[in-house]
């Protein structure tokens, strides 16, 4: 039984044949409104820093985000960055030209005081981008923040707590697949355990993005920064998506999003792709049912994926390729296998 319905709105049904309307996305829409409406009351309001440098530099902030950077949660974590920034500059009365590295220098220290190292990191990366974008535009001579340096951090274990193979297998097995959304979860997880994938890439995948060539099925992931790669899908996650599709029925237009939004707590389904933030929730309750740590992160299965495979004989240079990541270093992060021999020498400290 198809459990999916059409979208609470005016207008033809999504579902319903292929002459239906294509819907333009919100972004899109903010976009090609008037440029006056957007720089006051659209998606990435100016700061009252910039909109006093005039109208020039409100246009140019404005683009480094609708122009410079396309991945979105990129732009949402930059946004949340600059806007700190040109606030606290705003409590002190600092004009826009009169920022200078001493002054960026204070805010990272205050920085240090209330954030992690990663993070006043990444605030620090957004001021000097956007500050580069605002050189280029001549609205500002110097960028303050190219000489600033932030914190000094290393990791070389990362934090991503990881499921063992029995976990993992525990927590798909707990998903009740009697229902639409059980086989969507279940399908979800896997992808992101047999991918080695973010869950952004995951969430963004459209029906056209798994796909056949001869016998094998294939899974396309588009990336950060706009890369995509394709990797062989595992004979589990092609069962469950396979399973997940053919109860869903609607594996038959390519453009529609794979994995599709609940209607509030019901079992229902609509055609409108699921979001990571709501895929984040959906891991942590699934989590939670099948008496794992509530600690657990979309992040979990790229790390528990990528352990489980080089613990099975696989190599770091191929769990790379299969992650899609430029270094192996990063690769490494997520590689587990150490701790169980680690904990085996320290337990050799016998007093």
Same mark, same amino acid.
């Given at each position: 039984?198809?459990?999916?319905?059409?979208?609470?709105?005016?207008?033809?049904? +999504?579902?319903?044949?292929?002459?239906?309307?294509?819907?333009?996305?919100?972004?899109?829409?903010?976009?090609?409104?008037?440029?006056?409406?957007?720089?006051?009351?659209?998606?990435?309001?100016?700061?009252?820093?910039?909109?006093?440098?005039?109208?020039?530099?409100?246009?140019?902030?404005?683009?480094?985000?609708?122009?410079?950077?396309?991945?979105?949660?990129?732009?949402?974590?930059?946004?949340?960055?600059?806007?700190?920034?040109?606030?606290?500059?705003?409590?002190?009365?600092?004009?826009?030209?009169?920022?200078?590295?001493?002054?960026?220098?204070?805010?990272?220290?205050?920085?240090?005081?209330?954030?992690?190292?990663?993070?006043?990191?990444?605030?620090?990366?957004?001021?000097?981008?956007?500050?580069?974008?605002?050189?280029?535009?001549?609205?500002?001579?110097?960028?303050?923040?190219?000489?600033?340096?932030?914190?000094?951090?290393?990791?070389?274990?990362?934090?991503?707590?990881?499921?063992?193979?029995?976990?993992?297998?525990?927590?798909?097995?707990?998903?009740?697949?009697?229902?639409?959304?059980?086989?969507?979860?279940?399908? +979800? +997880?896997?992808?992101?355990?047999?991918?080695?994938?973010?869950?952004?890439?995951?969430?963004?995948?459209?029906?056209?993005?798994?796909?056949?060539?001869?016998?094998?099925?294939?899974?396309?992931?588009?990336?950060?920064?706009?890369?995509?790669?394709?990797?062989?899908?595992?004979?589990?996650?092609?069962?469950?998506?396979?399973?997940?599709?053919?109860?869903?029925?609607?594996?038959?237009?390519?453009?529609?999003?794979?994995?599709?939004?609940?209607?509030?707590?019901?079992?229902?389904?609509?055609?409108?792709?699921?979001?990571?933030?709501?895929?984040?929730?959906?891991?942590?309750?699934?989590? +939670?049912?099948?008496?794992?740590?509530?600690?657990?992160?979309?992040?979990?299965?790229?790390?528990?994926?990528?352990?489980?495979?080089?613990?099975?004989?696989?190599?770091?240079?191929?769990?790379?390729?299969?992650?899609?990541?430029?270094?192996?270093?990063?690769?490494?992060?997520?590689?587990?296998?150490?701790?169980?021999?680690?904990?085996?020498?320290?337990?050799?400290?016998?007093?």
């Amino acid at each position: 039984m198809i459990f999916i319905v059409k979208h609470l709105s005016t207008g033809p049904p +999504i579902l319903g044949g292929h002459n239906h309307r294509r819907h333009v996305s919100k972004d899109t829409r903010e976009l090609t409104q008037s440029s006056a409406s957007i720089l006051r009351k659209g998606k990435w309001p100016i700061p009252a820093i910039i909109e006093r440098q005039g109208a020039k530099a409100a246009r140019r902030y404005f683009e480094f985000f609708t122009v410079n950077i396309r991945n979105r949660n990129t732009r949402e974590a930059y946004h949340r960055a600059l806007n700190d920034f040109f606030a606290w500059l705003g409590d002190r009365n600092v004009s826009l030209i009169e920022i200078e590295p001493v002054i960026v220098a204070a805010y990272v220290e205050y920085l240090g005081t209330i954030y992690s190292k990663p993070t006043v990191k990444q605030h620090l990366a957004a001021i000097r981008m956007c500050m580069d974008w605002l050189v280029v535009g001549q609205i500002i001579p110097m960028n303050p923040a190219s000489s600033v340096r932030g914190p000094a951090y290393s990791i070389k274990r990362g934090k991503t707590p990881v499921l063992t193979a029995d976990e993992a297998r525990l927590l798909l097995d707990s998903i009740d697949i009697a229902t639409l959304v059980g086989l969507r979860d279940r399908a +979800i +997880i896997a992808t992101m355990l047999f991918t080695f994938a973010r869950v952004s890439a995951v969430v963004g995948m459209k029906v056209d993005d798994y796909y056949q060539i001869g016998k094998r099925s294939w899974i396309r992931l588009h990336e950060k920064g706009g890369k995509h790669h394709e990797v062989p899908a595992h004979h589990t996650a092609e069962q469950y998506l396979d399973a997940y599709l053919q109860a869903s029925g609607h594996g038959f237009d390519k453009n529609y999003p794979l994995f599709l939004s609940a209607i509030g707590r019901t079992n229902r389904l609509r055609l409108a792709p699921l979001s990571r933030h709501d895929a984040f929730r959906m891991i942590k309750r699934r989590a +939670i049912t099948a008496g794992l740590s509530d600690k657990i992160s979309c992040h979990t299965f790229r790390a528990t994926g990528i352990t489980a495979y080089l613990d099975n004989g696989g190599t770091i240079e191929n769990a790379q390729a299969i992650a899609a990541h430029e270094s192996p270093r990063t690769t490494k992060l997520y590689d587990r296998t150490s701790d169980e021999i680690t904990l085996d020498e320290i337990e050799r400290i016998r007093i």
